[in-house]
Nanobody, 113 residues
Framework: QAQPVESGGGLVQPGGSLTLSCVVF????????MGWYRQAPGKQREFVAG???????SYSDSVKGRFTYSRDNTKNTAYLQMNSLKPEDTATYYC???????WGQGTQVTVSS
């Protein structure tokens, strides 16, 4: 319960767009704070964007202005709209439930021509 599940990854050309989704399936009415992270091959996992209740959405400098975090509280789902994608955005993207610390299994995003 409360395990995040990501979807929406794929192959996109530079300059293209993708939208990732992260849903937390739960039988309760709890709204979970969620964050997006990514990990490229040979690199550490890094923060991308996230929203904690009562705090403005935060973004890493590398994606600010290109990525947009949003959520649908009725579905306990967080989204990551990614525009103007660059090859350096290639990574496995993970969602974390900040209330429980649980991670999703990740979804692969590849930006290549």
């Amino acid at each position: 319960q409360a395990q995040p599940v990501e979807s929406g990854g794929g192959l996109v050309q530079p300059g293209g767009s993708l939208t990732l989704s992260c849903v937390v399936f739960t039988t309760t009415s709890t709204l979970y704070d969620m964050g997006w992270y990514r990990q490229a091959p040979g690199k550490q996992r890094e923060f991308v964007a996230g929203l904690r209740s009562g705090v403005p959405t935060s973004y890493s400098d590398s994606v600010k202005g290109r990525f947009t975090y949003s959520r649908d509280n009725t579905k306990n789902t967080a989204y990551l709209q990614m525009n103007s994608l660059k090859p350096e955005d290639t990574a496995t993207y993970y969602c974390q439930n900040w209330n429980t610390g649980q991670w999703g299994q990740g979804t692969q995003v590849t930006v290549s021509s």
